[in-house]
């Protein structure tokens, strides 16, 4: 059971390229998110979804877009990377319902834009 | 806007001593509080809490929750070396669609 897997691993990218950071969970949870960790600080909400075809901004969703067109898949994209998304980025999925919030997390992306 | 807050941002402590990490909340229609560790990647889930002044227990770590109150403490007994990483404490709402998280507290324990 992979739980939830997140690629690449790393990435560094010039101002203004795109890319997207792909994740999929195989525990077909309904929910899943994309967070971003800056360094010492805590985990920030970008985008979520509840289900396939259905995503919502999180806290910080300025300069992402997301889809989400299996329960299997969520990915991330950056469309005109800027210094300010240097982060590590975190996919997680859970299954909401039956009083259950417990999230599982991919292992990260960290992503330097220079 | 939900809120949760963290205490103390960094712990330095030996090992075989007691730290206990605290975490303040202000959420609407609060549904539960959640400890994650992070080491060096994903953050691994500890605890989920849901109901005022019942303990659960792992090992060397116990939490609690104050409903009342609107906090929630992790505490770590006999601390050892691998215990050093980031507690983060989130909490989710009745809303059911996010975690919101607090800015973590940084863990190190020495020999």
């Known amino acids: 059971n992979a739980g939830v897997t997140q690629t690449p691993k790393f990435r560094i990218l010039k101002i203004g390229q795109s890319m997207t950071l792909q994740c999929t969970q195989d525990?077909?949870?309904?929910?899943m998110y994309w967070y971003r960790q800056d360094p010492g600080m805590g985990l920030k909400l970008i985008y979520y979804?509840?289900?396939?075809?259905?995503?919502d901004k999180g806290e910080v969703p300025n300069g992402y877009n997301v889809s989400r067109s299996t329960t299997e898949d969520f990915p991330l994209r950056l469309e005109l990377a800027a210094p300010s998304q240097t982060s590590v980025y975190f996919c997680?999925?859970?299954?909401?319902?039956?009083?259950?919030?417990?999230?599982?997390f991919g292992q990260g992306t960290r992503l330097t834009v220079v | 806007e939900d809120k949760v807050v963290q205490s103390p941002l960094s712990l330095v402590v030996h090992e075989g001593d007691t730290v206990t990490l605290n975490c303040s909340y202000e959420?609407?229609?609060?549904?539960?509080l959640l400890w994650y560790k992070q080491e060096k990647k994903a953050p691994t889930f500890l605890f989920m809490l849901t109901s005022s002044g019942i303990e659960k227990k792992s090992g060397r770590l116990s939490s609690i929750l104050d409903k009342k109150e609107l906090f929630s403490i992790l505490n770590i007994t006999a601390t050892q070396t691998g215990d050093s990483a980031i507690y983060l404490c989130?909490?989710?709402?009745?809303?059911?669609?996010?975690?919101?998280f607090g800015g973590g507290t940084r863990l190190m324990v020495k020999p």
């Open positions: 997680a999925s859970s299954q909401r319902d039956r009083g259950n919030t417990e999230a599982f």
């Open positions: 979804s509840v289900g396939a075809g259905i995503t």
């Open positions: 959420v609407t229609n609060f549904r539960s």
């Open positions: 525990m077909n949870h309904n929910y």
């Open positions: 989130a909490v989710a709402n009745n809303a059911g669609n996010m975690l919101t």
